[in-house]
């Protein structure tokens, strides 16, 4: 194993021998945290538009605690219809026919 590293030429093994290899790699610093003085100008529209839902979801909240079927009569589902289960493609498919009789 000695002799065959004696082959190696000087650019071969520094092909390998990589600045990471070396654990040279540089680490980043975390962020440190926002203050509430410094903050993102586009959460504090988010925090805004939520204040401004809070209210009403209140009112809807109360309404709901005082019946809790408020919201079953605005729902109206239709029955699902069922798919057919056999189609003239599918019974094409099933059949292996290719050319028409």
């Known amino acids: ?3 065959k590293f004696k082959e190696f030429s000087e650019y071969q093994l520094a092909k390998y021998n990589t600045r990471a290899h070396r ?3 540089s680490k980043k610093k975390p ?3 926002q203050t ?3 903050q993102n100008p586009r959460t504090v529209r988010v ?3 939520l204040r401004k839902l809070a209210v009403p979801l209140k009112e809807l909240q109360k309404k709901f605690d005082e019946d ?3 919201l079953t ?3 109206k589902r239709k029955p699902k219809e069922k798919k057919q289960d056999m189609t003239l493609k599918k019974l094409i498919q099933r ?3 290719s050319a028409p009789a």
């Open 95 to 97: 059949l292996h026919i």
């Open 23 to 25: 654990g040279k790699t």
């Open 1 to 3: 194993m000695a002799d």
């Open 31 to 33: 962020k440190p945290p």
């Open 47 to 49: 925090f805004a538009s």
């Open 73 to 75: 009569p605005r729902i």
């Open 36 to 38: 509430a003085e410094v």
């Open 68 to 70: 809790p079927d408020f």
